[in-house]
């Protein structure tokens, strides 16, 4: 096979692909196989008609259309290996001469595909790129918010025989009616005020409310058969009860820790907020990194791609401003998405299964799925190679961080190394950096 490229544009090539007769010839062999194994033909053992019958039953045309049709991709996919192209949409193919259908068997398999692909990017010397964070401070009031979530992990409630207000946990019933017409009872609900999540309108209710008291409000419903409609609610508190804290001493560090003073577990907590603000910090450094490439970095977007995006994006009756909005986000999203994907392949970042997995979880966590469900959905949408490709972004970009100087909003160099991962690419620990995805623009579809 052989193939050559035209560049029609810095974002669309047109592929012209030639294989030969005789390389072509095995894939015409496949079908006929195919074919002999499916029909019945007089004199012949099902599966055993040589190809010649065959082709005098169902037309040698019919077999290199279907030869066609099954070796076509792969041609396309070693074409575009071997002319190091990475194509970003759908490809156009056009057949413009096949094997003979008639006469002496022979000619060449002759096509054509135009497809838009990922423009040149002139990525920049990171060692020479500068970026600045916010310090990191860590004070005891840090500290103390640490310790007192702790606390809360082991804290118990306490009935108590007083108004209810915020924060309190209480136990209520709820009826919500509409028109008159009860469509929702709940019983025993257990309920934080103040955490919002239930109805709304029912802390300002159940502020100043006692046990055994009942009250009705009026809610705007968010969702379900009757969402949007005005409901009536009736709440009925049954118990008050307020969260009880363990004291913060010796005997506490002892339950929650390997620590045997209150002291050390203190520093312990002490060093966690550091290092989670360290790790925000490298957070915060890496999306700038993406910003300031996509900002500085100037190249074509493949324009084909980029109007199949908006338009997917864009509402029919969309306002002009909404249209222009929409636009604006799908040509920074994409153009991110080509700077990574250009670092990711400059800097040959693989990608290991136990990579895959565990961004799998964590996609999977996020989404409030099943990770196996997650898996099985991906492997039936052909949804790894994307899960893949996500992934060597995230590993280049944070690679790449490694090389930038970072200082503090204080002038103070800020070391990252132990958020970007090593330098050794045999290295197995993960970087904290690299397992959230950098920050794009947000998609949002316009009404």
Known sequence: MKSTVENLNPTKVKLAIEVPYEEFKPEMDKVFKEYAGQINIPGFRRGHAPARVIESYIGRGAVIEDAVNHALPEYYGQAIEENKLAPMGKPEVDVTDTPNVEGPAGGDLK????VEVRPEVKLPDFSKLELEVEAVD????DVEEELNNLRRRFA???SVERAAKKDDFVTIDLVTK??????????????HIGAGGLVEGLDDALKGMKAGASKDFETQLKSGPHGGETATVTVTLDQVKVQ????????????????DTIGELKQELEENAARQKRSEQAID?????????????DF???EGLLEESIAAQTAEDASDEDKARVRELVEKDLKVQIILDTVAEQRQMNVTQQELLEFVLQTAQAYGMDPSMLLQSAEQNNRIPAFIQEIARNKAIANALGEVKVKDS??????????????????DEEAEVEKKPAKKAAKKKAE
């Open 111 to 114: 096509f054509t595909v135009e």
């Open 138 to 141: 860590v004070d005891a009031k």
């Open 156 to 158: 118990t409630l306490k």
């Open 178 to 191: 509409v028109d008159g017409e009860e469509i929702d009872n709940l019983a025993q609900v257990s309920y």
């Open 244 to 259: 009880e804290l363990p004291e913060a001493d010796d005997e506490f560090a002892m339950m929650v820790s390997d620590h």
């Open 285 to 297: 450094a890496r999306d700038k990194l993406v910003e300031k490439l996509r900002d500085e970095l």
């Open 300 to 302: 074509p977007l493949p």
């Open 410 to 427: 204080q002038g103070k160099a800020v070391d990252l190394s132990d958020f970007v991962g090593a330098d050794d690419e045999d290295d």
